[in-house]
């Protein structure tokens, strides 16, 4: 089955730890991108790549890095940096410019 | 700043009723503008998508009303139903950017 999958579901980082999430897609999708949820905030973006070796800050970047080495892989890190983690974190594809944008069902990262 | 507006933030309606969400945006440049619908705990799917050249589009019980001169958009759902209780987020983008999401409306819909 194509589609976009995201792990682990749920994520538990201590105080001044660096976590990363893991995005991969197997729908030979060009774009990429990282979105944070937070209650009543809708979707923001942190960053997105539109070509492998190539990646952009949105809106709120502050605290994160990405990599985008293959096509299929876009790993999201969360560095110590980042002072309010806690949210749902979207990862989605998009073969190209203005197409649907499918989404990996999420993961939920928690500051313990 | 929030470059798609969303209203209502949270929406009830009997089931049979049409719950109607809209949009607003600034950006003439946009060209593309979808309608996603997310359950709890999952990824946002898309429903339905228009481009600002089509003033209406529909498919199954699902409508969206397209102003371009106002820049604005919504979405109506016909002949709700229960399962159709989420949260819906409507989106805008242009060329090779990223979609710009507002911030969601929680549908319930009641027996």
């Known amino acids: 089955d194509g589609g976009i999958t995201q792990s682990p579901k749920y994520l538990f980082r201590k105080e001044g730890q660096n976590v990363t999430l893991s995005c991969e897609q197997n729908?030979?999708?060009?774009?990429m991108y990282w979105y944070r949820q937070d209650p009543g905030q809708g979707l923001r973006l942190i960053y997105y790549?539109?070509?492998?070796?190539?990646?952009q800050k949105g809106d709120i970047a502050e605290g994160y890095s990405v990599s985008r080495e293959k096509k299929e892989s876009f790993p999201l890190t969360v560095t110590s940096a980042q002072k309010n983690p806690t949210a749902f974190y979207l990862c989605?594809?998009?073969?190209?410019?203005?197409?649907?944008?499918?989404f990996g069902q999420g993961t939920r990262l928690t500051v313990v | 700043q929030q470059q798609v507006k969303q209203s209502p933030q949270s929406l009830i309606v009997q089931k049979g009723g049409i719950p109607i969400i809209n949009c607003a945006y600034e950006?003439?440049?946009?060209?593309?503008f979808p309608w996603y619908q997310q359950f709890p705990g999952k990824g946002p799917a898309l429903l339905i998508a228009i481009r600002p050249d089509v003033s209406e589009k529909k498919e199954g019980r699902f409508t969206i009303s397209f102003n371009k001169s106002a820049k604005q958009f919504s979405l109506h759902i016909m002949d709700s139903q229960p399962g159709d209780s989420a949260t819906y987020f409507c989106?805008?983008?242009?060329?090779?950017?990223?979609?710009?999401f507002g911030k969601g409306t929680s549908l319930l819909v009641t027996p």
């Open positions: 790549s539109q070509i492998v070796n190539d990646f």
């Open positions: 989106a805008a983008s242009m060329l090779r950017y990223a979609l710009n």
């Open positions: 729908l030979n999708h060009d774009a």
């Open positions: 950006n003439t440049a946009f060209d593309y």
């Open positions: 989605a594809s998009r073969v190209g410019v203005g197409t649907e944008a499918f």
